[in-house]
C-alpha cells in the first residue's frame, strides 16, 4: 500500500470485514488509504479500521504532521491529547484515542484510525505497529 505493508489486523477485523483503497488530496497533500468495513446488523455498514499513507512537502516531521492532522479531522490542537507512539523502527509517532500517526521519513506520515472505536487501544498500537515499509 504506497510503499507500506499492513501486517497485523486485528481481531474486529474479522472474515467478514471488506477491505477497499482509496486515493485523494486535500491541502496538497495525497493520501492513500485501505478501509476495512463491515455490514451492521441493522442495516448499512461501518468503518472498522483505516490505514493511511500521506505524501506532501509540508510533512517534514511530527510536529508538523501533527498540525495537518488537526486541521484534516477538525481537531482543537490545544485540546488533542495525544501520546508518543513506540515503534520498532525508531519513527517518531503519537497515538490518541481513535488514531496513531508517525513518519517514517520527511514528507511522508501515516496513520491508523479507529473512528468508529471497535478496534480499541491495544488492537490500534498492534496494528500501527505493524504497518512497516514494503521492502523489509
Known sequence: MDGFTVTHLPDPVGPQASAADFT???EDVAFTSRVWEQAKESGGFQVVLQVLVLRGDELVDLAAVRAFLARYHERDPDDWELTDLTRD??????????????????GVAVEVRDASGLVG???LLATARGVVPADL
Open 24 to 26: 485523494y488530496e486535500w
Open 89 to 106: 523502527d525508531g519513527a517518531p509517532g503519537l497515538y490518541g484515542d481513535t488514531e496513531a500517526f508517525w513518519v517514517p521519513g520527511e
Open 121 to 123: 487501544e491495544e488492537g
